[in-house]
């Protein structure tokens, strides 16, 4: 049996894992799973009962609720810390916040600019339907 013996020697069964990033515990995946539904019905509640009179105090809110938990998921559900990897998850971290940045700053810019230039008479139309 040369094959098992080989295969044994490098760690590629159930129980040694070498140098690979610890998962997280079931504790840890509860605690993300807990805040992420927190964190979704929170936005979900604000939008649903029409709480502020705002609109953009909302948006806020629901945007800052998206940040934490894109945060929430990096940390219990991608497990990226600044000691894993020699800290190349720390540049995954900061390319990925840079791409949110210009995702939502890019959106929320094009939908300012899109309602801003609607043309007059659309919704003049549309209130007399």
């Not at 705002?54 to 800052?64: E, P």
Request: charged share 10%.
């Amino acid at each position: 049996m040369a094959g098992h013996a080989h295969h044994d020697a490098h760690a590629h069964g159930h129980g040694g894992h070498g140098d690979a990033p610890a998962h997280g515990s079931r504790r840890e995946y509860v605690i993300g799973f807990l805040l992420s539904v927190v964190l979704t019905a929170i936005p979900f509640a604000l939008v649903m009962t029409n709480a502020f009179a705002d609109s953009r105090i909302t948006a806020g809110i629901v945007m800052l609720c998206a940040i934490v938990q894109i945060v929430v998921h990096m940390i219990y559900f991608l497990h990226m810390n600044t000691k894993s990897e020699n800290g190349w998850t720390l540049m995954a971290l900061i390319f990925t916040a840079i791409l949110v940045v210009i995702v939502l700053s890019g959106s929320l810019w094009v939908m300012y600019h899109m309602n801003l230039n609607m043309m007059p008479q659309m919704s003049g139309e549309m209130s007399t339907m």
